[in-house]
């Protein structure tokens, strides 16, 4: 399966194109969106249609609503093999939601602040073989993962770790960078009265 737990303004008409070329890749895969406004049916037709106009049965996709509690909603990463970035808009929350509960996550970064989230976020877990450099990569690397379920299932496992160790989890790093990159930028030379 592929999923995106997203909010739907980040889901672009070429970010729905990237994902079609990965699931014709993959011709088993399925895609699976959790956004809160797929509680109202109108919302959930109109993104089947979307999907349709570009080519893809809606039998290959799952449109769900929100899941409550919290717990409940990071277990339905269970159902997930491998998670795909929006664009050009990326998950920062989700993205990390994803590889907590051992998700891989494929993105493709922008220019941009809001479209290098997925970027940094797996630097910071060292997971930089899931940041592709363009759309082809971005499927490559999406197919490649789907295709070795041995692979997948030991980076599932390990994933959780991974992220507990890396500087995405070390307050006490971050918040020393922090403060130094913030001296760098300002000035603390107390105001003349």
């Known amino acids: 399966m592929r999923p995106s737990f997203i909010r739907l303004p980040k889901v672009s008409p070429s970010c729905i194109d990237l994902w079609i070329r990965v699931l014709n890749e993959v011709p088993s895969s399925r895609l699976i969106l959790k956004a809160q406004p797929f509680a109202d049916e109108r919302t959930v037709e109109l993104f089947y249609h979307k999907f349709e106009k570009s080519g893809l049965d809606r039998s290959r ?8 509690p919290l717990s409940a909603f ?3 990463y269970s159902k997930i093999d491998i998670a795909l970035d929006t664009l050009p808009y990326n998950g920062g929350t989700t993205t990390c939601q994803a590889l907590w509960m051992g998700v891989p996550v494929i993105t493709m970064p922008g220019k941009h602040f809001f479209s290098r989230m997925g970027l940094s976020v797996l630097s910071s877990v060292g997971a930089v073989e899931w940041i592709a450099k363009d759309a082809e990569e971005y499927v490559r690397l999406a197919t490649e993962l789907a295709s070795d379920v041995e692979k997948l299932n030991e980076t599932r496992s390990r994933m959780r770790k991974r992220v507990a160790a890396s500087s995405l989890c070390n307050e006490e790093s971050f918040t020393k960078d922090f403060e130094t990159k913030m001296k760098g930028l300002i000035d603390l030379r107390p105001l003349s009265p």
Do not use: K, Q
Not at 61 to 68: Q, R, V
């Open 61 to 68: 996709i799952d449109l769900f609503g929100p899941t409550t």
């Open 74 to 76: 990071l277990a339905e």
